[in-house]
């Protein structure tokens, strides 16, 4: 599913991670775009004007795993999200929660909603986002999330920074 399939979750890589791409340019318009692996495919990142997201670890597929397995997949992915976002909130405050569930429903009525959001739909990526900002870094934004896109697919975690707030939308 992405270019992170195989890799052992590290906080301290995964926070250095979002500091590489805390600093990277940000493209100034167009529409968004996904990157894939040139030789896998597997989705590497997704620009689009002001923002740019990126999968920062992905769980082992969960094809055939159930019940208290299935559980236990989903709380290591959860613990492994509260790490960064505790290393984050020492470097940046507390952060915020920002739902994805208006995006969700829009996405599901075809309602229009800002690209950041839509290119977060269009990767299946509808897990609710911690967010912080603006930092000190040229005002931006940044996000992290887990989630799972269906039953058998991987937990993937993912980063999102932005030049325009991250903020929750309206009904």
Not at 27 to 35: D, I, M, Y
Not at 61 to 79: D, K
Not at 90 to 96: A, D, K, P
Request: hydrophobic share 40%; net charge negative.
């Amino acid at each position: 599913m992405t270019g992170r399939a195989g890799e052992q979750f590290d906080t301290g890589r995964t926070v250095s991670d979002i500091e590489s791409l805390l600093t990277a340019d940000l493209p100034a318009g167009g529409v968004p775009v996904s990157e894939g692996d040139p030789a896998t495919g597997e989705w590497t990142g997704t620009r689009g004007e002001g923002f740019r997201i990126a999968p920062l670890w992905e769980s082992d597929a969960l094809t055939g795993v159930y019940g208290a397995e299935w559980t236990q997949a989903e709380e290591a992915a959860e613990a492994n999200l509260a790490l960064v976002v505790r290393e984050l909130d020492q470097r940046w405050g507390i952060h915020r929660t920002v739902s994805m569930r208006v995006p969700l429903f829009r996405n599901q009525a075809g309602a229009p909603m800002p690209a950041l959001f839509q290119s977060l739909c269009d990767l299946d990526c509808y897990g609710d986002l911690t967010v912080w900002g603006p930092t000190v870094t040229e005002g931006r934004w940044v996000a992290v999330s887990v989630n799972q896109s269906d039953g058998d697919a991987p937990m993937i975690m993912t980063a999102v920074v932005s030049h325009l707030p991250i903020i929750e939308l309206s009904d």
